[in-house]
């Protein structure tokens, strides 16, 4: 049984920096696409960033290019949401989402981080 749990959610001032976990078990992230997506109230759910199965191939939303950056750690079956420069428009849900390849459904989600930004 696959499990995504996130961390590292909170609440920060604009400017700020966090960084989100999602750790995996029961899969082997190093060869799925794993993403970052978001849920902000009244809003679809959107993607944030996606990595594909080698790690070489990232996908980032327009939103959070340059202040967002993904990594994965095939050590500890983690994936990572560095988030830098936060905005009040980042105040969202963020959840883990694992799917075979970057255009491929999701096949599992976490149960998601609240990240709120303020000012």
């Known amino acids: 049984q696959v499990q995504l749990v996130e961390s590292g959610g909170g609440l920060v001032q604009s400017g700020g920096s966090l960084r989100l976990a999602c750790s995996a078990s029961?899969?082997?992230?190093?060869?799925?696409?794993m993403g970052w997506y978001r849920e902000a109230p009244g809003k679809e759910r959107e993607l944030v960033v996606v990595?594909?199965?080698?790690?070489?191939?990232?996908n980032y939303a327009d939103s959070v290019m340059g202040r967002f950056t993904i990594s994965r750690d095939d050590r500890s079956n983690t994936v990572y949401l560095q988030m830098n420069n936060l905005k009040h428009e980042d105040t969202a849900v963020y959840y883990c989402?694992?799917?075979?390849?970057?255009?491929?459904?999701?096949?599992?989600w976490g149960q998601g981080t609240q990240v709120t930004v303020s000012g």
């Open positions: 989402g694992r799917s075979w390849r970057i255009d491929n459904p999701i096949e599992d």
């Open positions: 990595i594909n199965h080698s790690g070489r191939q990232t």
């Open positions: 029961g899969c082997t992230v190093g060869i799925y696409a």
